[in-house]
C-alpha cells in the first residue's frame, strides 16, 4: 500500500491545539531561534558593510550562528522493558499519522538504545550497528565517524507498509552460543535469570544491533528534537554510552513504570544508578498503563483513590515530589487521537504529562540558549564599539590640534608636527614592548596548549590501556582501580596547571593594556575571564561512575570484571578526551579573545597618527586649508556618530528576539 501520508499530515502536525500544545510550543521555539538567528545575521552583515568585521568577530559570529541553527533538544524514555515506551513515544509525537510509527507490541520491543533525529544532509534511513562491534574495545561515538561499520536500511517515506517493515529491523534478535554473548558481555552466569534463558544448544536470545539512528523527516525532528528510545536495564548497564553520554547530556528524562505494578526493585535500580544522579531537573516519572485499572466493578471514586495511591507511594519510593509523578495510558491517548475521542484523552490524562514537557522542558533550554547568546552577542558588540570609539576619539583629538591652530603662524604648525612626531616615536617604542609581550604571550598558549595537549593524552589512554591487559585480573592495590585513579589524577592535575596558566595570561594582559592606556590613551580593556571548573566537573562526574562501576561489578567474575571494565574504560577515555578537544576550542577562542582587542587598538592607534601626522604635513605646506580639514573630521565624526548608534539599534534588535516571551504569548 502506498501512500502519501507523512506528508499530508504535515498539516496537522502543524495546527496543534489541545494536548498538542508541545508541539506548538516546540514549534515556537524553533520560530524563536530563526529569528534570533536572523536578527545576528542582520549584525554581521551591517558589519561588513560598515568595513568593521575581522577574523576574529567572523568565526564568533559564524560559530554563534551555526549553534544556534544545530541546537538540538534531547528527550530520553527510559524504563525496563513492556512498560510502554515505545507507544508512549507513539502518543506524544506521532498520533497525527494515524498509526503507529515505532513497533509497539506484547513483550520486549525496543532492543537496542535508538536515536530518532533529522538531518537533511543524509536520506531518510535507519543506520544500525552490529551488535558484533561489541567485540572490540571501541565506542558507539568512535563508530560514528565510520559510516561504512552500519547496516543502513532505507526509508521510502511515501509506502507506509515498506517504512513499519524497515522499522522492524531495530528490533531484530538471533540466537548466539553463551561464549559469543559473554564476549559482547551480554551474558553474566551468575545471573540466575539468564541461566534460564539458555536453550539446550547452549545458546541464549541477543540483539542484533548495538545502537539504532532513525533519520526520518518528521516536523519537530527537522526543528532540532532529538528522542532517545532506550532497552532496560540489563542494557544500559552494558552499554556504557548510554550511561556516560546519552543520558546524562538529555534534556528531559521520562522514566515510565507500570501502574499496576508500581515501583520495583529494577525500577529503583535504573532511577538511583542513572537518573536521579542528575537532579530532579527535567526527571520526570511516569505511571504507565492505568487503563489496566480500569475496573466496570469499582466507582470512579475508588479507581482514583487507587491511582493516588500509586502516585504517592511512586514519589516516596523515588523522592520526587508527587506532581512529578504522571498517571497516563499511553495506548488510550494514542487510539484518542487517531480516532479524535476528546473523552478517551481525558481518561488517558497524556494532556498532563505534554504539558509538563511544555513548562519545564522549553522554557528552561530557551533560558539556556538566550544567556549563552546574549553574552556572546554582548561581547562581540563590545569589541567593536573599543573601535568605533577609538576611531572618534583620534579624529576629536585631531580636531582639537587643528581647531587650535586657527589664526596662529606656520611656526605653531611646525610645534604641532613635532609634537606628533614625538608621540610617533614614543608610540613606536611602545610597540617595542608589544612585540616582546607578543613572544612571551606566544610561549605562555604554548604551555597551556600543552597541558591540554591531545596527542599526550592519547598517549597516557593508550599506556592505561596497556596497563589494564596486564592488570585485568587484579582490583586490588597495584591493580585496575588503581590504574584509574593515577589515571584520573593526572587528568585533573593538567587541567589544574593550565588554571594556573591562564591566571598568569590574564595578569601579564591586565598589566599591558592597563599600561598602554596610561601611556598613549588606548582604552583600558578588561581580559575576559575563562575558568576551567566546568572540564574538572565533568572529570569528577566521569570518575564518580567509575568508582559506581567498580562497585557494580565487584560480585562478577573476574573474567566478566575485565570485559566490562575495557568496555567502560574505552568510553571514559573518549569522553575525556571529547572534554579535552571542548577545551582546546575554548582556549584557543579566548587566547584570541584576549589578545585581539589590544592588536586591535594598536593598529588603531597607528592609523590615527599616521592620519594626524598627514594632516599637520599638508596643512604646514598648505596642500590643504585649515577650515576644509577641520570640516572633514567633523563628517567623520558624525559619521562614526551615526555607526554607534546604528550599532545600538542592531544589538537592541537581538534583545528584543531574545527576551521574546513566546510561551506566555501562546498560553495568551
Known amino acids: 500500500m502506498s501512500t502519501d501520508y507523512l506528508h499530508q499530515n504535515d498539516l496537522a502536525v502543524n495546527d496543534p491545539s489541545g494536548s498538542d500544545r508541545l508541539v506548538g510550543d516546540f514549534q515556537a521555539y524553533s520560530t524563536w531561534r530563526a529569528e534570533l538567528t536572523q536578527a545576528i545575521s542582520q549584525l554581521a552583515r551591517w558589519l561588513t558593510e560598515q568595513d568593521l568585521e575581522d577574523a576574529q568577530s567572523n568565526l564568533r559570529i559564524s560559530q554563534l550562528i551555526e549553534k544556534l541553527r544545530e541546537d538540538k533538544l534531547n528527550i530520553a524514555f527510559v524504563a525496563e522493558f513492556s512498560r510502554g515506551k515505545s507507544e508512549l513515544i507513539n502518543a506524544i509525537f506521532f498520533a497525527h499519522y494515524g498509526k503507529r510509527i515505532l513497533p509497539s507490541s506484547a513483550g520486549r520491543t525496543t532492543m537496542c538504545p535508538t536515536e530518532l533525529l533529522y538531518d537533511a544532509s543524509r536520506e531518510p534511513s535507519i543506520q544500525l550497528l552490529p551488535i558484533e562491534t561489541r567485540a572490540q574495545n571501541v565506542t558507539t561515538s568512535e563508530y560514528r565517524r565510520y559510516p561504512e561499520e552500519w547496516k543502513t536500511i532505507p526509508l521510502d517515506i511515501n509506502d507506509s507498509d515498506a517504512m513499519f517493515e524497515s522499522f522492524r529491523h531495530v528490533g531484530l534478535t538471533r540466537r548466539a552460543p553463551v561464549a559469543e554473548a559473554a564476549s559482547y558481555g551480554l551474558y553474566n552466569a551468575e545471573d540466575p535469570d539468564q541461566l534460564i534463558a539458555v536453550d539446550a544448544q547452549g545458546t541464549i536470545e541477543i540483539p542484533c544491533w548495538r545502537h539504532a539512528v532513525i533519520n526520518f523527516p518528521h516536523p519537530l525532528l527537522k526543528q532540532g528534537l532529538v528522542i ?58 511516569v505511571l504507565n498503563k492505568i487503563d489496566s485499572m480500569w475496573d466496570e466493578l469499582k466507582t470512579p471514586e475508588q479507581i482514583e483513590a487507587e491511582i493516588e495511591h500509586q502516585i504517592n507511594t511512586t514519589a516516596e519510593l523515588l523522592g520526587v515530589p508527587v506532581g512529578h509523578v504522571y ?27 505534554e504539558e509538563a514537557l511544555s513548562n519545564e522542558l522549553l522554557p528552561s533550554k530557551q533560558d539556556i540558549v538566550r544567556d549563552s547568546t546574549i553574552t556572546e552577542v554582548e561581547d562581540i558588540v563590545k569589541s567593536m564599539r573599543s ?6 576619539s583620534g579624529v576629536l583629538e585631531q580636531l582639537n590640534e587643528l581647531s587650535t591652530l586657527r589664526g596662529k603662524n606656520q611656526d605653531v604648525v611646525g610645534q604641532m608636527m613635532d609634537k606628533v612626531h614625538a608621540d610617533k616615536r614614543k608610540f613606536e617604542q611602545g610597540l617595542v614592548r608589544f612585540q616582546a609581550l607578543r613572544s612571551i604571550f606566544s610561549q ?31 582490583f586490588g592495590e597495584g591493580g585496575l582501580r588503581a590504574i584509574m585513579d593515577q589515571f584520573f589524577k593526572d587528568v585533573n592535575g593538567n587541567i589544574s596547571q593550565s588554571a594556573v596558566q591562564v591566571a598568569e595570561i590574564q595578569a601579564m594582559m591586565a598589566a599591558m593594556y592597563k599600561k598602554f592606556s596610561e601611556e598613549h590613551g588606548l582604552g583600558n580593556v578588561t581580559p575576559p575571564p575563562f575558568s576551567t571548573l566546568k572540564y574538572h566537573k565533568e572529570i569528577s562526574r566521569l570518575e564518580k561512575s567509575f568508582r559506581e562501576h567498580f562497585n557494580t561489578i565487584s560480585t562478577l567474575l573476574t573474567t566478566s570484571k575485565g570485559k566490562l571494565s575495557h568496555k567502560f574504560f574505552e568510553t571514559i577515555a573518549s569522553r575525556v578526551l571529547y572534554v579535552f578537544e571542548v577545551a582546546n576550542r575554548d582556549v584557543e577562542n579566548w587566547l584570541k579573545a584576549v589578545m585581539a582587542p589590544m592588536e586591535t587598538q594598536v593598529r588603531e592607534h597607528q592609523l590615527q597618527l599616521r592620519r594626524r601626522l598627514e594632516s599637520i604635513k599638508r596643512i604646514h605646506k598648505a596642500t590643504d586649508t585649515l577650515e576644509g580639514r577641520i570640516e572633514e573630521l567633523e563628517e567623520m565624526d558624525r559619521q562614526l556618530g551615526t555607526q554607534l548608534a546604528d550599532m545600538d539599534g542592531r544589538l537592541r534588535n537581538i534583545y528584543t528576539a531574545l527576551n521574546a516571551d513566546i510561551f506566555a504569548a501562546k498560553a495568551a
Open 327 to 353: 498517571p497516563i495510558s499511553a495506548q488510550k491517548a494514542l487510539v484518542a487521537k487517531v480516532n479524535q475521542d476528546v473523552d478517551l484523552l481525558a481518561r488517558s490524562r497524556l494532556t498532563a504529562l
Open 228 to 285: 532517545l528510545d532506550t532497552p532496560g536495564l540489563n542494557a544500559i548497564g552494558t552499554e556504557p554510552e548510554l550511561t556516560l553520554n546519552l543520558l546524562p547530556n538529555a534534556h528531559a528524562i521520562l522514566f515510565i513504570l507500570a501502574a499496576d505494578t508500581g515501583v520495583t526493585r529494577s525500577d529503583i535500580d535504573i532511577w538511583r544508578s542513572h537518573i536521579a544522579k542528575g537532579g530532579n531537573r527535567g526527571r520526570l516519572a
Open 444 to 474: 605562555q598558549t604554548n604551555q597551556l596548549l600543552s597541558l591540554l595537549g591531545i596527542d599526550a593524552l592519547k598517549s597516557n589512554i593508550e599506556a592505561v590501556r596497556n596497563q589494564m591487559e596486564h592488570s585485568m585480573f587484579s
Open 387 to 392: 573601535i568605533l570609539s577609538v576611531r572618534r
